[in-house]
């Protein structure tokens, strides 16, 4: 299913999480999530650390965003505080 951010362009996470009733019937994209996860490679990690995280923090419903690599035991995890500051955290082993 596809996340879509307001004007900007489509977008496919990997994992979308949705905390509330859905409001559209449209099968095809989601414009409400509370969670994002990407899995992310060699060739996507730039875009999904960028492009991808600018973007999905301008969704107001969004609560975090997890990057994951596919291939070391790296994630990155951004969470909206309660005053609607971006939080970031590493988890590196």
């Not at 509370?34 to 992310?40: I, N, R």
């Not at 975090?64 to 500051?85: C, L, M, N, P, T």
Request: some cysteine; aromatic content about 10%; charged content about 30%.
């Amino acid at each position: 299913m596809k996340v879509r951010i307001g004007d900007s362009p489509f977008y496919y996470p990997d994992v979308m999480v949705v905390c509330e009733p859905l409001e559209s019937e449209n099968p095809v994209f989601e414009d409400k999530p509370c969670l994002l996860v990407e899995v992310v490679s060699s060739s996507t990690e730039k875009t999904d650390r960028r492009e991808k995280l600018a973007n999905y923090q301008r969704v107001p419903t969004l609560k975090a965003y997890i990057i994951a690599a596919q291939d070391r035991k790296w994630v990155a995890h951004y969470v909206r505080d309660e005053s609607g500051v971006w939080q970031r955290g590493d988890l590196v082993e």
